[in-house]
Structure formats: C-alpha cells, structure tokens
C-alpha cells in the first residue's frame, strides 16, 4: 500500500504477504489445522487457526500490530486512540506497550471488567464512556 494512513480496497495478496513480513517475529506463528469434523457438518473443507495461542488470545493484535508498526515516528510518539470494548483494545494495548507508544483505550461503560482490567495491564489508559 501506498498510503498507510488510507488503505486501498481491495487489500491484495502483496498487502497480505506485506503485513505477514511486518509482523513476523514479534506473533505466535499459529497452526492450521483441518477439521474432520467440520468439515462433515458443513460439507466443505474447514480449517481452523489457533490464534488462541496469541499472547492476547485473539487474531485482533495481528492488524493491531501492523498499523502500529506501520506508524512515523512523530506518530508514534503522539500516541494513539483506538475504539474497542475487546480484543481489539488488549492487541493494541499490548503491542503499544511493547513498541513504546502511548495507546488510549475508549470503550463502552458497560465493558466487562475483566475486558477493562486486562487492557488496562497490558499499559494503556483506558477512558470509559457511553454505552
């Protein structure tokens, strides 16, 4: 891409390939695994990724990661903002954290604390607002 502040649609295979090579190193490598029986519920091939076995248990801190690595430097010593009651916000707390950028979290007042105190661990601030 281009411009990394205003992706362009379609996100191609060389955009896949170019946020798989960002990011490689610093996630789990998760495995891929066919589903016998999926796949004889559905009657198609299914597969089945273990991003569970993320730091943060969640696929979220890939895209998390790559738009944070993808920051200048200006960018990354302003911060960032993100809205997110879940595992959005615990990616993007955990690799602002590790990156040395300073993350706000906004969510909802309604969020589970567990959702709260997890992003609040993994170093951001989080401001609680709205429903």
Do not use: C
Request: no cysteine.
């Amino acid at each position: 891409m281009a411009d990394t502040q205003r992706p362009s649609l379609p996100v191609t295979v060389e955009d896949v390939r170019a946020a798989a090579a960002t990011i490689a190193g610093q996630v789990v490598n998760t495995p891929l695994n066919h589903s016998r029986t999926l796949s004889a519920i559905t009657g198609a091939e299914v597969w089945v990724k273990f991003e569970n076995q993320q730091f943060t248990a969640a696929f979220k801190e890939r895209g998390a990661l790559n738009k944070l690595s993808k920051l200048t430097d200006e960018q990354k010593k302003r911060g960032v903002i993100a809205a997110s009651a879940g595992n959005h916000a615990q990616g993007v707390a955990y690799h602002a954290r590790r990156l040395g950028i300073p993350a706000t979290i906004v969510m909802a007042e309604t969020t589970p604390f567990n959702k709260v105190q997890h992003t609040r661990d993994h170093g951001a601030r989080v401001v609680l607002e709205g429903m």
